[in-house]
């Protein structure tokens, strides 16, 4: 047998080279073209007046005097994320700023929503359509804003407790789609909120269980009848009013639940998704309940309701 010799291809080494020349020159390519991840928006709360250079209507140059929203936002803003404004209770004299404003606020940031707590002006200095006229522009703001601050335009929230929740639900009954030819870029956008969370909220000014201090302060001391009628939430409800979810305990005397159950039953008639939990014991300005076993459910709750009305990611 004669044995044969070969020789190694030198043109079969040149082919291995070059792709693995190739597959390596692609991973580096890689490696140098990934971006790295955006960092978080406003990663400390930021406050920034609704009208920079003035509100309508200012009586004055106090900080009273300049609505403001101050933005929370999550550790992850990649979006597009949902939002709420809150607007803390204090029967329109006072802002419950930390209770009802920053524990919120925060609460929001663990679920991936960003937050933008609402600084309103208040009476008795100021009466209505002033304080609604606040809310209405921060509705407008946060969604004018919305690709900057990557917002889904469509899943914006506003929240309110108590008379932060007559000015909510107000919100939720009077909006109007903005002015497409208004010099202002921000009014030229939807007030309208796409849902609303209200926290044994005021919502009646002219029945006996309305609470009066707020009434008061909002409108003066002898108001309108008619005018008290159509700052009465539960009047003005329709079809185009926002999913509502409500929150409030029998137990409150300050602001009787009555409230809360005149207005769910206002949504339920005009086919409004709505749900409602009222908790049997509690006082007046829980904010989110974390004291009491019981009503700490409440915030978890609504977590569940945000997701199942699909605003809020289901993996947040």
């Known amino acids: 047998m004669i044995a044969r010799h070969f020789e190694p291809d030198p043109g079969h080494n040149t082919r291995a080279m070059r792709v693995l020349s190739f597959v390596l020159s692609l991973a580096v390519t890689a490696l140098t073209t990934q971006q790295p991840s955006a960092p978080p928006i406003l990663q400390e709360p930021q406050t920034m007046l609704l009208w920079p250079n003035g509100a309508p209507g200012a009586l004055g140059e106090d900080d009273g005097d300049k609505p403001a929203i101050t933005v929370y936002m999550p550790p992850n803003t990649a979006g597009p994320m949902t939002a709420v404004i809150i607007a803390p209770g204090g029967s329109y004299a006072r802002l419950s700023m930390n209770n009802e404003g920053r524990a919120p606020a925060n609460h929001f940031n663990t679920l991936g929503i960003a937050a933008f707590v609402l600084r309103y002006r208040l009476g008795p200095r100021y009466h209505h359509p002033i304080e609604l006229g606040d809310a209405q522009r921060a509705i407008r703001t946060v969604r004018a804003r919305a690709a900057e601050w990557h917002i889904a335009t469509d899943r914006i929230g506003i929240m309110g407790f108590s008379a932060g929740g007559h000015l909510a639900s107000s919100a939720s009954t009077h909006f109007d789609a903005g002015t497409p030819d208004a010099a202002d870029p921000i009014d030229r956008v939807s007030s309208r909120p796409d849902f ?36 009465s939430s539960d009047t003005q409800v329709t079809a185009s009013t926002p999913p509502t979810f409500i929150y409030h305990t029998n137990a409150d005397t300050v602001v009787p639940a009555e409230n809360a159950v005149a207005y769910f039953l206002a949504l339920r008639k005009a086919g409004v998704p709505t749900e409602m939990h009222l908790f049997r014991n509690g006082p007046h300005g829980t904010g989110l309940g974390q004291q009491d076993p019981a009503l700490a459910e409440w915030p978890r709750l609504l977590a569940n309701w945000l997701r199942i009305s699909g605003f809020m990611k289901s993996s947040s």
């Open 196 to 231: 609303a969370v209200l926290a044994y909220p005021v919502i009646s000014f002219v029945e006996p269980w309305t609470h009066q201090g707020s009434k008061t302060n909002l409108l003066g001391e002898h108001p309108d009848p008619a005018l008290a009628r159509s700052l």
